[in-house]
């Protein structure tokens, strides 16, 4: 027992790797929001009329909602007038190649381990670098626009292509969807924005960073991914906060379109700054995904290793519209020290032969709350729609608590659904076992925590499962072994 | 409570203004019974209107009653909620031949006939049934310290509506080392002619003592007005001592509500199985608190839906202390076009190392109109548990049907004969023969 405290010390000691800031200069909106604010956001990016309009709708309809107190996190009242909504690195003027960005950026994004340089092709990822408000750079574009695929900041492609954002944009998560949602809709500032033109396979992955730097400052992403018909594309998301004493507010919104026989993979590491041991500080990540398998065959793959913020709130969704379209959702959430995360997934099966499967590991350690709170719905016309659900809670130290909230809900007679959870702690019979076989126990713990979460690692691209991997190490696992 | 809302002001978040029934009913409140002339109970009964107004009727937007919208209880207007002292000795309906000892309850009201009309009842040594009104000083006491204790008035409508408004009840007191030589078998019908009637049961088993108790509501089969029942029953279990409870519900014509409230001592042991065979619209609260060490807390549950009837489980598991365990199976079948709920908490707080918590709920749906929603929930607060929860829905196993049909079963028989097999697993566990036989009954007759 003396020695899972000096373990779970050392955990609780390890200190978050991406806490530096940047000094680069900004661009910032004052602080506050209104409809001046809404419209501030509009007219620096330029934006057409309808865009405005729509955002103004958002903000309108943002006022009116209350904001959600059922999920179990707690967190004091978030004061929206206290929150910088634009935030963006002065950019004299339009880059024309990648060499033109500001070093100091260039320098933080090398820190973060992320090349913004085409020509080191030896990541073979296009990247999307978003910090604070708006899209830094966006790699390998002129190579994937060979292939007709798009793939840029979501600003551009409000300019460069209204039509497809127009026609796409608030479909599958509409403004009116929550109280994060609508306020995303009412003052997001930037994103990617993905469109794979039918029967083109995407020849590497497309990746997004997030960063958040400036302080006193929300970051609203949205990002919109459209798969057309027999497409495939693998996306990659990642995202770092500076360490600040101050909650930052991160609400995004993530949404996925696959029509016929379309395959999209979306991998998120979030590792946004946790907050010190004492829960001070810490980024509030309010979330919305969802995706639509629109067409017959399609199939949406949701993989999310959660490792940072201060309070999680996200349930990256699947609407399986079409016939024999499958949904996933393999999530690991780790939550230490002060963390508490409430996440899980909803699958609404509503076309015939429809499959979902969801895993879910969480770990909790330090005074960390973690929670899965999944739906699974089979409509009455689901013919012999298909779930599985695993969702397992493994708790470090007595001063944690895991929790699950699944709700389960069938009107289809042929479909068959199934779910199960377990909670315990590491068994000692495991630890007896690796120390009789030389392992030590830290090295025991960490073996076991691996394999944990092995089912969900296994499912993500193999650049980010490194990235996830040492993300563990870093989070529990380093600390543990 | 501190925050004593005036009556007149306050009104019940349904919108459906309940507040004039309950002034009424408090001006009013003279029933004359030995219980309401304890202090203790009108304070508590004073405090359980509050709570009602100021809780109103639960609607769907409320987590716990998301599935089960009690609209009928709405319906039945202010008026309805004022009870009526009972001046006339209700009359019971024959009953079935339980070959056990038999108390009936007709709207929750005790026929008495004579000063301790129980005594008679075969119960075995030191297992004594009293109406409340007919308790004496010693009891009184009793029932003064344990009533709402268990039942909470303050987070639950109706709880509060039930200890606001319970007439009298029944008292049900094992003694130290007694034990049940007989399943005492309570039998609850309902008239329909008082709207609301509502049964409170408290039951008080000391240390080593054992009881059996077998519940079967039959609702109002014969009569014409729809009744509504709030069954609510608060049970105290000492250190090492045994309780097993059946409750089979065919609660015919009738809208129910059902709560059970339990709190175990050390190395106790408790048996709660719930079958619902029949009724519109039955809600089932069970709440096991386990503040004891070493104890072991076991809830099975059966439910066969059917037509448009409604049948919706809450279970909640709250363990306190380390080293208990708690076990659970509730099984359910929907057709027609009924629905089927199912919502299992299981708490384990920080304290409760070594607990070991299983729960399991199965479902078949046998039609497209018919809908099964469950929401099993862990919340673990403490590290060294084993913790489990299983949830499955879905269609009868076509690999059995096949297999007994290659043995010359028709496809009826198959199904029947695995649907038996899937509904005994919970029967067995019912300590009542004759209840066994009608669920065993019921069983047979539900795929014809």
């Not at chain 1, 302080?215 to 990642?238: C, H, K, M, P």
């Not at chain 2, 009870?83 to 009201?109: C, E, F, K, R």
Request: charged share 20%; proline share 4%; with cysteine.
């Amino acid at each position: 027992m003396g020695k899972e405290n000096a373990v779970l010390e050392e955990l609780t000691s390890t200190e978050y790797k991406y806490g530096f800031t940047t000094d680069i200069e900004a661009d910032e909106a004052p602080m506050g929001l209104s409809e001046d604010i809404v419209r501030f956001i509009s007219a620096k990016k330029n934006e057409p009329e309808w865009m405005l309009e729509w955002r103004l709708k958002a903000y309108r309809q943002w006022l009116l909602m209350p904001e959600p107190k059922w999920a179990n996190v707690q967190y004091p009242k978030i004061d929206f007038q206290a929150v910088k909504y634009y935030s963006a690195p002065v950019q004299k003027k339009t880059l024309n190649s990648l060499d033109e960005i500001d070093p100091e950026l260039r320098a933080t994004f090398e820190k973060l381990g992320i090349s913004l340089d085409e020509q080191k092709r030896l990541t073979g990822v296009a990247v999307d670098a978003v910090i604070d408000s708006v899209s830094i750079a966006t790699t390998f574009k002129t190579k994937l626009a060979e292939l007709g695929i798009i793939f840029c900041s979501m600003s551009e492609a409000v300019k460069e292509h209204p039509d497809l954002v127009r026609k796409y944009l608030g479909t599958v998560v509409p403004s009116t969807d929550n109280y994060f949602a609508a306020l995303n809709c009412a003052v997001f500032s930037d994103g990617s924005f993905v469109y794979i033109p039918k029967g083109v396979r995407c020849p590497m992955e497309l990746s997004t960073y997030f960063r958040i730097n400036a302080a006193n400052t929300g970051q609203f992403e949205r990002t919109l991914i459209i798969a057309e018909e027999g497409s495939y594309v693998s996306y990659l998301e990642g995202c770092t906060a500076p360490m600040r004493d101050e909650n930052q507010l991160h609400a995004a919104i993530v949404e996925l379109i696959a029509q016929k026989d379309s395959y999209i993979k979306y991998s998120t590491v979030q590792n946004w700054y946790p907050g010190d041991k004492n829960g001070k500080g810490g980024i509030y990540n309010f979330v919305t995904k969802r995706g639509i398998c629109n067409g017959d065959n399609s199939k949406i793959s949701w993989t999310q290793v959660e490792t940072g913020s201060a309070v999680t709130w996200k349930y990256p969704s699947v609407i399986l519209k079409g016939d024999n379209s499958v949904g996933e959702f393999y999530s690991v959430a780790v939550t230490n020290n002060m963390q508490q995360a409430d996440t899980g997934t909803k699958m609404i099966h509503i076309g015939k032969n429809t499959k979902s499967r969801i895993v879910s590991k969480g770990i909790s350690a330090g005074r960390s709350q973690n929670s899965y709170r999944g739906l699974v719905k089979v409509m009455k016309r689901a013919e012999n729609a298909r779930n599985f659900s695993q969702c397992d809670s493994l708790l470090m130290g007595d001063q944690c608590g895991a929790h699950t909230f699944p709700y389960i809900e069938v009107q289809n007679k042929s479909s068959k659904v199934e779910h199960e959870a377990t909670t315990s702690k590491i068994g000692e019979d495991q630890l007896f076992y690796c120390n009789q076989r030389g392992i030590s126990t830290e090295d025991a713990v960490a073996l076991i925590v691996n394999g944990y979460a092995k089912e969900v690692l296994n499912q993500l691209p193999m650049e980010f499962a490194v990235e996830a991997q040492k993300l563990l190490a870093i989070s529990l696992e380093g600390s543990v072994g | 409570m501190t925050d004593h809302k005036p009556l007149s002001t306050t009104k019940a978040t349904n919108g459906n203004d309940l507040t004039s029934a309950f002034d009424a009913l408090m001006l009013g409140h003279q029933s004359g019974l030995l219980i309401d002339q304890e202090p203790i109970i009108k304070d508590l009964k004073q405090q359980a209107v509050a709570h009602f107004v100021a809780q109103g009727l639960p609607t769907i937007k409320h987590e716990e009653w998301k599935y089960t919208s009690t609209k009928a209880f709405t319906a039945l207007g202010a008026e309805a909620f004022v009870p009526t002292p009972n001046s006339v000795v209700p009359q019971a309906q024959a009953i079935a031949d339980y070959a056990a000892p038999t108390i009936v309850l007709v709207d929750g009201q005790p026929i008495l006939n004579g000063a301790d009309p129980y005594s008679k009842l075969d119960l075995g040594k030191g297992i004594r049934v009293t109406a409340f009104s007919q308790t004496d000083a010693a009891q009184v006491e009793l029932v003064a310290k344990y009533l709402g204790t268990l039942a909470p008035a303050e987070s639950d409508p109706f709880v509060a509506l039930n200890t606001a408004s319970f007439q009298d009840g029944l008292l049900i007191e094992a003694s130290k080392n007694a034990v049940s030589d007989a399943v005492l078998h309570i039998v609850h019908q309902y008239t329909g002619a008082a709207k609301l009637a509502y049964t409170r049961i408290l039951l008080v088993v000391d240390q080593h003592a054992e009881l059996k108790l077998a519940h079967h509501i039959v609702g109002n089969p014969d009569g014409e007005n729809a009744a509504f029942g709030v069954l609510i029953t608060e049970a105290i279990v000492a250190p090492d001592a045994i309780l097993k409870v059946d409750i089979v519900e065919e609660a015919i014509n009738t809208h129910l509500v059902t709560g059970w409230y339990a709190t175990q001592g050390d190395k106790s042991v408790t048996t709660h199985s719930t079958i619902y065979l029949d009724g519109p619209w039955v809600r089932n609260n069970l709440n096991l608190a386990i503040p004891g060490q070493y104890a072991e807390g076991n809830m099975y549950g059966l439910y066969l839906g059917s037509d448009r009837n409604l049948i919706d489980n809450h279970t909640l598991v709250d363990h306190i202390a380390p080293n208990s365990n708690s076990n659970e199976l509730y099984k359910g079948v929907a057709k027609d076009r009924s629905t089927a709920i199912f919502n299992g908490k299981i708490f384990v707080k920080q304290a409760a190392q070594k607990t070991n918590a299983f729960q399991s709920n199965r479902n078949l749906i046998l039609s497209d109109d018919a809908t099964v929603n469950t929401k099993p929930q862990l919340e673990i607060f403490a590290d060294d548990v084993k913790c489990s929860h299983g949830a499955t829905t879905g269609a009868l196993d076509e690999e059995p049907i096949f297999y007994l049909r290659a043995r010359g079963l028709d496809e009826d028989q198959a199904r029947s004969l695995l649907l038996q097999a899937f509904a005994d697993e919970v029967n067995d566990y019912l300590i009542s023969d004759s209840l066994r036989a009608i669920a065993s009954a019921a069983v047979e007759r539900f795929l014809h």
